[in-house]
């Protein structure tokens, strides 16, 4: 299933593309993040901000999906971050 240029420009990506754990550990400086956010405009807004300090973002768009891919990819995300409403 491809995804539009718009989302993958917002970081909606194919997550399977991605490896199973990373080669690099984290570091205050660099992590590799999931967020899930659902809203295209605070997603990039987050995705600038964190990626001006040097970490690595991925966003999915609901919890399910979030968990989903953490499942797949434990080893390679080193935080989790998503709002509970």
Same mark, same amino acid.
């Given at each position: ?25 984290? @570091? ?9 956010? =659902? ?5 990039? !807004? $987050? ?13 999915? @768009? ?9 499942? =797949? ?5 080193? !935080? $989790? ?5």
């Amino acid at each position: 299933m491809g995804l539009s240029a718009s989302a993958d420009q917002l970081g909606y990506q194919d997550h399977a593309a991605l490896p199973d754990k990373s080669a690099e550990p984290a @570091t205050m400086n660099h992590m590799r993040i999931l967020f899930a956010e =659902d809203d295209p405009v605070d997603s990039r !807004i $987050i995705r600038r901000r964190f990626e001006k300090i040097g970490h690595e973002v991925s966003f999915t @768009t609901n919890s399910e999906e979030c968990f989903s891919t953490y499942g =797949d990819k434990s080893g390679y995300f080193d !935080i $989790i971050l998503m709002d509970i409403q």
